[in-house]
């Protein structure tokens, strides 16, 4: 399974991006999808997943800013992000769970098989 992200860039405070995942397998093969990110100084941290269920969960930081999605005609996935902050600047990754029936959905990474590289955010002010 590979995953490449997109999507990402400059943007100033206020604005929004969409990130788009690209996965090299249906959705029907990912049992949970997240969006992770790594700021400076931060360890990686859950931004937003979907569960098998289709159920979104997203981090207190990002709630009622960010959505997570997925295109059911193909195999990808977005992070739209709006009301964008500095303290979103990041590099941002999506994560896939592959090869269980179900997942409820985790903002941890120890579950995650699958990463793509990364794309990086930066949001000035």
């Known amino acids: 399974v590979q995953l490449v992200e997109s999507g990402g860039g400059p943007v100033e405070s206020g604005g929004s991006l969409r990130l788009s995942c690209a996965a090299s397998?249906?959705?029907?093969?990912?049992?949970?999808l997240a969006w992770f990110r790594q700021t400076t100084g931060k360890e990686r941290e859950g931004v937003a997943v979907?569960?098998?269920?289709?159920?979104?969960i997203y981090a207190d930081s990002v709630k009622g800013r960010f959505t997570i999605s997925h295109d059911n005609t193909k195999t990808t996935f977005y992070l739209q992000m709006n009301g964008l902050k500095s303290e979103d600047t990041g590099r941002y990754y999506c994560?896939?769970?592959?090869?269980?029936?179900?997942?409820?959905?985790?903002?941890?990474?120890?579950?995650?098989?699958?990463w793509g590289q990364g794309t990086q955010v930066t949001v000035s002010s």
């Open positions: 397998v249906h959705i029907v093969s990912i049992s949970c």
């Open positions: 994560a896939a769970i592959v090869g269980v029936d179900y997942c409820s959905g985790s903002l941890s990474e120890r579950p995650y098989n699958y």
């Open positions: 979907v569960a098998s269920d289709g159920s979104t």
